[in-house]
């Protein structure tokens, strides 16, 4: 895919999964953003984001959670649709993603880092995904 990566992301370089790697660092610490797709599901949305979930300090969610965030979030590329997550941790970490299923693949963008970071890169993160142009 193509996107338009914001100012002030330093690209980093990519691992065996990742399609898209940087970092965004301001006052309260440093945010890792990452793109990845997955085969078919991707193990499923509701898994992947529990485990997201249990990486800053929160409880399971129920599919029921998950059903409401899908109808309540949702956000659109440049040529395909998804929805976004925010999770925010009890200890000052949080998430913002995006899962958008492509041609039987699952893409997820995910930028995780301290909240106040997270936070204030979501706009920015949610252009992003919204820039993304999957190959036709």
């Known amino acids: 895919p193509t996107w338009t990566v914001p100012a002030g992301w330093q690209a980093q370089a990519l691992g065996q999964m990742r399609k898209g790697s940087w970092l965004v660092k301001d006052a309260h610490g440093t945010a890792d953003i990452s793109v990845l797709p997955l085969g078919g599901g991707g193990g499923g949305a509701l898994a992947n984001i529990n485990r997201w979930c249990g990486q800053i300090g929160l409880a399971p969610m129920a599919q029921a959670q ?71």
Do not use: C
């Open 66 to 136: 998950l059903d409401a965030m899908i109808t309540q979030h949702p956000i659109e590329t440049a040529n395909a649709a998804g929805y976004t997550v925010s999770l925010h941790g009890p200890k000052g970490q949080s998430i913002q993603a995006a899962i958008v299923p492509v041609a039987g693949s699952t893409w997820f963008f995910k930028m995780m880092g301290p909240t106040a970071t997270v936070d204030a890169q979501a706009a920015a993160f949610n252009d992003f995904v919204r820039s993304t142009r999957f190959p036709e």
